[in-house]
């Protein structure tokens, strides 16, 4: 029974999503995007150009778009802050960006890792 009460709730969902589906396509707004996409794809195969090279473009045109672009894009990630610790009992200052850095490593030994963490400055 529990296989004829899934069809039937796909069944189900499958009409209510068609049914979204043909109000979205009765859609003038939606109508127009897509138009206008169908436009920009026909006009990048009539100049050979890649969705890249057009984004490229567009990043000339409009500096922020490069941004919104980095930030989308994947193999990159932010940079982690810098951060500085200062030894009270030696003054030697560290700064570094990860956790694993030497010097600290020898501090958390000597010292403890609390009291390391709490030499950080802003």
């Known amino acids: 029974m529990a296989k004829i009460n899934d069809y039937y709730q796909k069944k189900q969902l499958m009409e209510k999503l068609a049914a979204e589906l043909e109000k979205l396509e009765k859609d003038q707004a939606l109508k127009s995007e897509l ?8 006009l990048m195969k ?3 150009k890649s969705p890249k090279d057009v984004l ?3 990043s000339a045109i409009d500096p922020s778009i490069a941004g ?3 930030e989308t894009s994947t193999g990159t990630r ?3 802050p810098l951060k500085t610790y200062k030894n009270p ?4 200052v560290v700064k570094t960006r990860g956790g694993n850095h030497k ?3 020898e501090w958390r030994e000597k010292h403890g890792k609390e009291a390391v963490q709490s030499w950080q400055q802003d």
Do not use: M, P, S
Not at 89 to 92: D, K, R, S, W
């Open 68 to 70: 919104a672009r980095a």
């Open 103 to 105: 010097t600290l490593n």
């Open 35 to 42: 138009e206008f996409e169908n436009k920009v794809r026909d």
């Open 46 to 48: 009539e100049y050979d």
């Open 89 to 92: 009992h030696t003054g030697e």
């Open 56 to 58: 490229q473009i567009l």
């Open 78 to 80: 932010a940079k982690r």
